[in-house]
């Protein structure tokens, strides 16, 4: 609030003055400014007053001649019905002109209430006025679900707040969120994902990565944290061993920022939620008790907890223009009791118990961050009809993304859901093909023509697009999938998958797979050839983490292969060491000796490869993440070999003494 002004001076009685403002009148009563306008008065903000005075002119403000004589047919001296509140109703007596001295202190007043004037015009003109339409806005909105004056219901009081700061957490205020949206009506968005679920990179890697995404045509990256969020309070539960910290996913969208990379945070929201189920203090949210799987859409905690983890994602996204809120595979839905009650008492409808889960994570987010864009993925839609998709109100605010990554599909397939979605009311929809992670839960190299031939089916449906002209397309994400899910292991590691994000990112871009598609590949990545096919790349390659997917290439195809040639197809191995002679210590020197230099030459060759790319691991993963790698990959097949040289060592040692009963 402007500060309150003095109180107005009284002018000497021989003044037949008033201090006299450029009309309309201005003045202030009571610490409000007024419009004195014939009989009525009506409020006039600071921000009227200044624009007033400036357009009258400071100089003619303070210029103003003081004797001004108001004829009244009411008596001489007594205030008339234009004249300004500040001047007290009282007679005034003719007097000579006011000494030079006098006139200073005039001037000086007039000075003073000026600078009163413009000092509350300018407060008023530089507050937080975009907060006030936000909230305005915010009114308007909230009958997101009903009809406009629609009275909200009362928080169920079964539901308390599992974080002691779960009321200030699901509830942001609104000035602490930057609110405006950009506009991307006339950008095709190309998002890489990047699943953190299993494989997080460390940030100096991003920043590595970041730059070469941009280059490649990427303009955006859909981050998947999981367990590597930086939750704080109770939900700090969720934070794996090694996760970002507040520092980090600053430094991250700094470097997304720098590459013209736009942040969209994905946050599961019913399925996939393994990472929170499997904590004690939220098995009872799980939909099916046995199965960490999914949420209980009917427990009130459900909310509360959703909201907080929501609220704690979006306040460290303040720029995000998208939230993405998962929602796939809700595997188990309807299987719990609470789901079977519900389900009996609506005709079975379990398309229509999904949305109502749904509605209520969108309404949170829309209605808290003006501006926001929810996604989710559309499996779950595809089984709903258009009626109930409708009556839902979710394509209001909310875009399903389509996904498949069948290396080869018809675009009609995906025409019958884009018009399902244009029909249902969704004026975006969102595509999304693979560039890894889809060939197999423990796949370790990634198969170049497969993804390839996806991106193309993609392509054919974005090119379909003028089909649906109720529905526009606004982006595709390129998934890169590190697990399958919480519990399972790990898909090919990022660096391994880059050539193929590389060849899918180029062949969007350039509408396919041309020469100029091939070409700037090769120069981005340092590669000499690229052989789809067979899934390889002649050269070295210079990009960040190259050294990793040049060495598990030759893991992935020599590593089993090598051991097993020499344990398993060496005659000598086989005739004069076998299993029945390594469990009795039983071997002649002479024999062994044929086969033995051989061997060690094998494991002393993988032993320095693969310390050589634990160094590099080391360098972008985490060490839980190097272990994992380490004994899914390497360890079932190295150990091996390290347990018969092992024996070999001991028994060379003895001599050819007899064997040990």
């Known amino acids: 609030m402007p500060p309150a002004p003095a109180a107005p001076r009284v002018l000497p009685a021989a003044s037949p003055a008033r201090l006299h403002l450029p009309d309309p009148a201005l003045a202030c009563k009571d610490g409000q400014l007024w419009c004195s306008l014939s009989h009525s008065k009506e409020a006039l903000s600071p921000a009227s007053l200044l624009l007033s005075i400036l357009a009258a002119g400071p100089a003619q403000f303070i210029k103003t001649p003081v004797l001004r004589t ?15 509140p500040l001047i007290p109703r009282r007679l005034h007596r003719a007097r000579p002109a006011m000494s030079f001295k006098r006139s200073q202190k005039l001037h000086l007043l007039r000075l003073t209430v000026l600078l009163v004037v413009v000092l509350a015009g300018i407060k008023f003109l530089f507050r937080d006025s975009f907060t006030l339409e936000l909230h305005k806005h915010i009114s308007k909105d909230s009958d997101f679900w009903g009809k406009g004056g629609d009275v909200l219901p009362e928080p169920d009081p079964r539901s308390q707040p599992l974080d002691p700061e779960a009321d200030q957490i699901a509830g942001p205020k609104q000035d602490a969120r930057k609110q405006l949206s950009k506009d991307f009506s006339a ?13 997080a990179p460390k940030v100096s890697y991003l920043e590595q990565l970041f730059p070469l995404l941009s280059r490649l045509g990427a303009n955006g990256v859909l981050i998947e944290y999981e367990d590597m969020f930086p939750f704080k309070g109770e939900l700090g539960v969720l934070r794996a061993p090694y996760s970002y910290s507040e520092d980090d996913l600053e430094r ?76 796939d595979e809700v595997f188990h839905l309807g299987e719990g009791t609470d789901s079977k009650n519900w389900l009996n008492r609506n005709q079975g409808d379990v398309g229509r118990m999904y949305l109502n889960h749904i509605k209520e994570i969108v309404s949170f987010l829309v209605t808290q961050y003006w501006g926001l864009r929810v996604l989710l993925w559309d499996d779950m839609l595809r089984k709903i009809n258009v009626a109930t998709l409708r009556e839902s109100g979710i394509a209001k605010h909310a875009a399903p993304m389509v996904w498949y990554y069948a290396p080869d599909f018809e675009a009609e397939q995906i025409g019958n859901f884009i018009s399902k979605y244009a029909d249902s009311g969704f004026q975006t929809v969102w595509f999304a093909s693979a560039f890894k992670g889809t060939t197999g839960p423990a796949q370790q190299w990634t198969p170049l023509s497969y993804h390839l031939n ?17 529905i526009k397309f606004q982006g595709i994400a390129l998934t890169g999938w590190q697990r399958y899910d919480h519990y399972s292991v790990l898909c090919e590691l990022l660096p391994v998958g880059i050539p193929s994000l590389a060849v899918c990112l180029q062949t969007l871009v350039n509408g396919g797979f041309t020469d100029a598609t091939k070409k700037k590949v090769l120069d981005v990545l340092g590669f000499q050839n690229i052989h789809l096919e067979k899934s390889t790349c002649d050269g070295g390659g210079g990009f960040p983490g190259s050294e990793i997917y040049r060495i598990v290439e030759q893991i992935n195809g020599h590593l089993r292969d090598s051991i097993i040639k020499v344990l398993e197809e060496e005659s000598a191995v086989k005739g004069w ?37 634990r160094a590099h691991l080391e360098n972008i993963f985490f060490p839980d993440l190097v272990e994992e790698w380490m004994e899914e990959n390497i360890n079932p097949y190295l150990d091996r070999l390290r347990a018969f040289v092992k024996d070999y060592r001991e028994v060379i040692r003895l001599n050819a003494r007899p064997k040990v009963l």
Do not use: C
């Not at 390594?582 to 061997?599: A, L």
């Open 70 to 84: 108001l004829p009244s047919s009411k008596g001489i001296g007594e205030v008339s019905p234009r004249e300004s």
């Open 187 to 199: 950008t095709e968005m190309r998002l890489v994902h990047l699943d953190l679920k299993g494989a």
């Open 252 to 327: 991250i969208q700094h470097l997304a920022q720098l590459n013209q990379l736009e942040v969209v945070p994905l946050v599961q929201t019913f399925g996939h939620v393994e990472f929170i189920l499997k904590h004690d203090q939220y098995r009872h949210l799980r939909e099916v008790e046995r199965f960490p799987n999914s949420f209980n859409p009917h427990v009130p905690d459900t909310l509360v907890l959703l909201k907080s983890i929501l609220a704690q994602v979006m306040d460290k996204h303040r720029r995000a223009s998208w939230i993405h809120i998962g929602a």
């Open 454 to 470: 996806n991106h193309l089916s993609w392509l054919k449906v974005i090119q379909a697009m003028p089909k649906f002209p109720a």
């Open 577 to 613: 060491f076998s299993r029945y002679h390594r469990k009795h210590q039983f071997g002649n020197p002479r024999n062994m000796e044929s086969f033995g230099s051989k061997v060690l030459k094998v494991q002393e060759d993988w032993e320095n490869l693969v310390q050589t790319l």
